[in-house]
């Protein structure tokens, strides 16, 4: 296999990639933006903050992930990655900031492969995150098994909406029980598809909050970091599960309370605050035990920084 085929297959394997042609993988690997690049042992790739212009998969080497503790202002290695993966994709994504969340140096000598902004987005723009027509989903039926007798006869059950995996979720869980009809039928024009890589930064400790998330697809790994710069975690979250909540409580500060991050490939149903707000006054009970769940966690977060 030679050394462009050996690349192409590179690119097939990282997911912003997977559903090109052949000839459009050629077309990247072989435009005067793109290319080869190598970093001596220890030398900074990508830092935490700046902007981004550009993702990276790694060819040979290894490169440490690191983030600033803005309790102790030091720099935290929080992973190594290796030959076939990639980063720095994030702050290229469409509802980012455009600013990476994390600081990127090479452990030793290290062959990185440097893929330009337009690129990536242009590979975005062709992907597809529709639902498979196969995808099993649940329908909710809105009569009983045994309907009272009725002249004329009822009419046998109907779903109340159409197969949505985004609807389907988001009705089982307690937080949006209030939303109504309209809210539930329109939910794709106010919440968002998000699509995070392994290892990648959702939330940041102490960065404003101005959303919450659901997990729709792959799990999500919430931590802080003790007094000594060690990652303390909190909580594996999976589909269902909901995060980033606590700082869009009207008592919060407004800023994340701590980090999370993928533990893999997964999707995110990204919701605005305005959203979470509306739910949260419509349902006292709701508002109720989630302040409750505010407080337990302050104490919990308060009881790893130590």
Request: one cysteine or more.
């Amino acid at each position: 296999m030679d050394g462009l085929q050996l690349h192409t297959q590179l690119l097939k394997n990282t997911p912003i990639f997977r559903s090109l042609s052949d000839d459009l993988l050629k077309g990247i690997l072989t435009a005067p933006e793109n290319g080869i690049e190598e970093y001596q042992p220890k030398q900074l790739i990508i830092r935490e903050s700046e902007i981004g212009d550009c993702m990276y998969i790694i060819l040979d080497g290894a490169v440490e992930v690191l983030i600033r503790a803005e309790s102790s202002n030091r720099e935290i290695s929080i992973a190594t990655l290796r030959a076939g993966d990639f980063f720095g994709e994030r702050s290229l994504m469409p509802g980012s900031t455009g600013r990476r969340n994390a600081t990127i140096k090479s452990v030793y000598p290290t062959k990185v492969f440097r893929i330009d902004k337009k690129y990536v987005l242009l590979s975005i723009k062709r992907d597809d995150f529709s639902l498979s027509d196969d995808e099993d989903v649940t329908e909710i039926n809105i009569t009983s098994s045994k309907p009272a007798p009725q002249v004329p006869p009822p009419k046998p059950a109907v779903p109340a909406f159409p197969p949505d995996e985004v609807r389907d979720l988001i009705m089982k869980i307690r937080l949006f029980k209030s939303l109504n009809r309209d809210e539930l039928l329109t939910i794709h024009e106010w919440t968002e598809i998000v699509k995070v890589g392994p290892g990648d930064f959702v939330l940041k400790e102490s960065q404003p909050g101005d959303a919450m998330f659901v997990v729709l697809e792959g799990t999500v790994e919430i931590f802080t970091l003790d007094s000594d710069g060690k990652i303390v975690i909190l909580a594996n979250l999976k589909t269902g599960d909901y995060f980033g909540e606590q700082s869009l409580m009207p008592d919060s500060r407004g800023k994340r309370n701590a980090f999370a991050r993928t533990d893999n490939e997964s999707r995110l149903i990204k919701i605005p605050k305005e959203y979470f707000r509306l739910v949260l006054n419509r349902d006292s009970d709701l508002a109720k035990d989630l302040k409750k769940k505010h407080d337990e966690q302050k104490q919990t977060l308060k009881d790893a920084r130590q």
